[in-house]
């Protein structure tokens, strides 16, 4: 179980950490992603990290403004938002991908809830 925190409002250019906190003993077997849904739009990846924290993707919209770390002694995910603008306005979910990882929705298994990060201008 996956369980996403850490979403608000800011304005432009502010910064937020997002967590998610899994349940569990095998969360170090688990490749993680993050992903985001904007109003009318469909779910895209932002950021994904490899079981040993070692291998990073990102998408190219958010490059060099947000980061993704994990710490398996604690069983969480974390994505560091930088200089956030209004058009990263969306509910963020993380996800565990058991067999693999990449950047579609389908490569992943379990998801967590969605937790709302709302930038103004």
């Known amino acids: 179980q996956l369980q996403a925190s850490g979403g608000g409002s800011v304005q432009a250019g502010g910064s937020l950490r997002l967590s998610c906190a899994a349940s569990?003993?095998?969360?170090?077997?688990?490749?993680m992603g993050w992903f985001r849904q904007a109003p009318g739009k469909e779910r895209e990846f932002v950021a994904a990290?490899?079981?040993?924290?070692?291998?990073?993707n990102y998408a190219d919209s958010v490059k060099g403004r947000f980061t993704i770390s994990r710490d398996n002694a604690k069983n969480t995910v974390y994505l560091q938002m930088i200089s956030l603008k209004p058009e990263d306005t969306a509910a963020y979910y993380c996800?565990?991908?058991?067999?693999?990882?990449?950047?579609?929705?389908?490569?992943?298994?379990?998801w967590g809830q969605g937790t709302l990060v709302t930038v103004s201008s």
């Open positions: 569990g003993s095998t969360f170090s077997s688990f490749n």
């Open positions: 990290i490899d079981w040993r924290g070692g291998i990073t």
């Open positions: 996800a565990a991908a058991y067999g693999g990882w990449g950047t579609r929705t389908y490569e992943y298994d379990d």
